[in-house]
Structures are given as C-alpha cells and as structure tokens.
C-alpha cells in the first residue's frame, strides 16, 4: 500500500500510515502499531512515534507546494504520555505548516491515542527541493 502523497515512501509504507488530510499546509496521518513497532514495555516505540511526527509535518509542508520534494533539517520532539492504542485503534497524527519562505517550511505536528489524549509534540524545519526526474515520475495525479 502507498501513501498517496504523491511519492513512494517504503519505510512509511512498511508502518502502514495512511494519509487521511493533505491541503492547504495541514495534514493528517493513521496510523495502527503492528507488535513489532512496540517497545518492551508494549506502547508504541518512541521511534516510530517520531517517524510519525516526521512525516505528519513533512506533508503539511508539501500540501503547499506539492511538487516539491522536502527533507528535514530539524526537529524537536517532546513526549507526554504513552502512545497506546488497543487492537483495531489507531494512533491520529496531525501536522500544520506555521510558517513558510520560498525554501523552508516551519511545522508543528501532534500525536494522540485513540481517546483523543495528546502524546507527543514536535516542531520541525524542512527545506524544499526540486525532485530529480526519477521521483517526478513517481507523483500522482488522484
């Protein structure tokens, strides 16, 4: 399965988000930790809470200038509680752009359990980039 943001992400597609928002510098992310992604006392990795993040506020900023690439430059996460989720819950990232310049974005991105309770908070920069013609072939059009 792809994320249909337009680009082939197989770390992503191996976690499994799916996009559910993608428009005008917001964006959010599903995402159902398989056992394998939990940690040893059995909640989501902090990891891949953080991959989540990454991602959430890395499609916000390409839901404004979607046919451009984006890499990050940095980010800073802090954590308020555990990220659990029971069978068939799913954990619901959201990101928005805060601020952006015709090479960088500023984003923030939330992580919350299937109460609705925050669990992690970020911040992050990225720069644009043009894609090379490789990756141009890969964005959709749906």
């Known amino acids: 399965m ?15 988000f799916t996009l559910e928002r993608f428009e005008n510098g917001i ?5 159902s930790p398989l056992p394998e992604h939990l940690n040893s006392f059995d909640i ?15 499609t916000a900023a390409r839901s404004a200038e979607p046919e451009m690439g984006i890499v990050t430059i940095e980010m800073k996460t802090s ?5 659990k989720t029971a069978s068939g819950e799913h954990l619901v990232a959201k990101g ?4 952006r310049t015709k090479t960088m974005a500023f984003t923030e991105g939330k992580v919350y359990d299937a109460a609705g309770k925050l669990c992690a908070h970020s911040t992050g920069t990225f720069k644009y980039v043009k894609r090379n013609a490789s990756a141009s072939a890969q964005i ?3």
Request: hydrophobic share 50%; aromatic share 6%; glycine share 8%.
């Open 2 to 16: 792809s994320i249909p943001i337009g680009v082939s992400i197989p770390f992503v597609q191996h976690l499994g």
């Open 27 to 31: 964006s959010e992310l599903h995402y």
């Open 44 to 58: 989501t990795h902090g990891g891949a809470v953080m991959t989540l993040l990454d991602v959430v506020m890395a």
């Open 79 to 83: 954590f308020m509680q555990p990220a």
């Open 96 to 99: 928005l752009l805060l601020h």
């Open 140 to 142: 959709s059009t749906d």
